[in-house]
């Protein structure tokens, strides 16, 4: 019965006997006991719009998805060392959705596996273990993702970047290093700056790691031209590009399937991760055949769970259920009309300092007019929103960024809600700086 324990007694067991380092979400948590769509409710029945859940891809408990689960885990649900149809079907609907270059995948259980085995092809690859990364980034949990993860080393209880690790400025266009429309190639020139400290300390660069919009650095999306003219450097330099579409991949840029699309590359290895499962934990990291080839080098490579039958089936039924009702069409329809919606409220609330992002990929960054942030004002929008019954999240590194990214049958009356109550608090409160 999940409505057993007060919220006080959860709150209080947790502190006692999870780990302390976990956090909830809102100063008054909340406990959710359903999710249908985009829409989850808590214990009292209270219903949630949310505009934050990226996972819930196809919707929260999507019928379909949770169907091609039940069934397949009522049959079999063994490792990959047995032939099973699922593993090779969902193989074929990702290879649909990318480039021909990019035809070997393995199948892994988190993001943080996705980029950690990434990782691994780069040194077996290259040779090499010098990686290099964006100010902000967050690429996972593991030991070698936390050490190339700049959001969590530069920031509390990190110790800076180690040594292999070599971060270059946030590419943010807005308020970063380098500004304005015409930045790609500063920020190029500081990738290249990075590439000349490994030379430096004589070693050879493994690979270039980056979103192509990065989430936890605020939803920053890259200068135009930027990626295109760092993956060149990487290259002459011998590395690899690694695009991690944890966080953007499978329709939700709207124009692409894939975030990498948008700035018309070819990455060496893809990771994936979040909403392939919709909820359920399975990953992928997808690669050319000559890195996949490297990678095969004697040492088998084995995953208890990476790619089981059951992980197979609800994967494969996401990705067809993002093709039958066209959700990546629906994140470029709705995803547009949200922004010109925020564009506009951005005109008559100063404090709106930038509105950014690609389909349900969005951010909205609140700042003075000296262009400081406003971590506090962000806070407080996020949490206000709550009590409208809506879901929001905040980031970047100065915490003053909404981040929209909700599942992908988000609709156009959700994003009228949305607009309506942003309006409503931001009049409440920010009709003057
Ligand atoms: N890469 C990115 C960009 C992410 O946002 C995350 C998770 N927030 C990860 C990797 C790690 O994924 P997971 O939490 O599934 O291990």
């Known amino acids: 019965n999940n409505s057993e324990n007060s919220n006080e007694d959860l709150i209080n067991y947790r502190k006692q006997h999870l780990g302390k380092s976990l956090s909830l979400q809102y100063k008054v948590p909340i406990k959710m006991v359903r999710g249908a769509g985009q829409y989850l409710v808590d214990q009292f029945g209270r219903k949630y719009l949310d505009t934050v859940n990226n996972v819930a891809h196809v919707g929260h408990e999507n019928h379909h998805v949770v169907k091609a689960g039940q069934?397949?885990?009522?049959?079999?649900?063994?490792?990959?060392?047995?032939?099973?149809?699922?593993?090779?079907?969902?193989?074929k609907e990702l290879i649909e959705t990318l480039p021909p270059e990019l035809s070997v995948?393995?199948?892994v259980n988190s993001g943080s596996e996705a980029n950690e085995l990434a990782i691994r092809m780069v040194k077996a690859y290259t040779g090499e273990r010098d990686i290099i990364a964006s100010e902000v980034g967050y690429h996972g949990n593991t030991n070698m993702c936390i050490n190339i993860s700049s959001y969590k080393f530069d920031g509390k209880g990190g110790h800076g970047a180690p040594e292999h690790t070599h971060i270059f400025p946030l590419p943010d266009a807005f308020r970063g290093k380098h500004r304005g429309d015409n930045c790609a190639e500063e920020y190029a020139q500081e990738v290249k700056k990075q590439i000349d400290n490994i030379h430096k300390k004589q070693r050879g660069v493994g690979a270039f790691i980056i979103e192509p919009i990065i989430s936890c650095g605020g939803q920053i999306e890259l200068p135009e031209g930027f990626l295109a003219k760092a993956y060149q450097r990487a290259r002459e330099a011998g590395g690899l590009c690694i695009s991690d579409e944890v966080q953007v991949g499978c329709g939700r840029v709207g124009k692409t399937f894939w975030g990498f699309?948008?700035?018309n590359v070819i990455p060496d290895i893809v990771t994936i991760g979040k909403p392939l499962g919709n909820g359920h934990p399975i990953a992928a990291v997808a690669c050319t055949q000559d890195v996949a080839n490297k990678f095969a080098n004697g040492m088998e490579y084995f995953n208890t769970f990476g790619g089981n039958p059951v992980s197979c089936a609800i994967a494969t039924e996401v990705l067809r259920t993002v093709k039958r009702e066209k959700l990546?069409?629906?994140?470029?329809?709705?995803?547009?009309?949200?922004?010109?919606?925020?564009?506009?409220?951005?005109?008559?609330?100063?404090?709106?300092?930038?509105?950014?992002?690609?389909?349900?990929f969005l951010g909205i960054e609140l700042v003075d007019l000296e262009l400081n942030p406003l971590a506090a004002q962000t806070d407080y929008v996020a949490n206000r929103m709550k009590d409208h019954g809506i879901l929001m999240s905040t980031d970047g590194p100065d915490y003053n960024v909404l981040k929209i990214k909700p599942p992908m049958v988000f609709t156009k009356e959700n994003a009228k809600e949305l607009i309506y109550y942003l309006k409503k608090i931001f009049a409440e409160n920010f009709m003057q700086l």
Not at 71 to 91: F, G, K, P, V, W
Not at 328 to 353: C, M
């Open 71 to 91: 069934e397949q885990m009522a049959l079999i649900n063994t490792n990959s060392r047995y032939l099973h149809d699922n593993i090779n079907d969902l193989a």
């Open 105 to 107: 995948l393995h199948f």
């Open 261 to 263: 699309q948008l700035h």
């Open 328 to 360: 990546q069409d629906n994140a470029l329809e709705i995803g547009e009309f949200l922004k010109a919606e925020l564009r506009q409220l951005s005109k008559q609330f100063p404090i709106i300092g930038d509105v950014r992002g690609q389909g349900l």
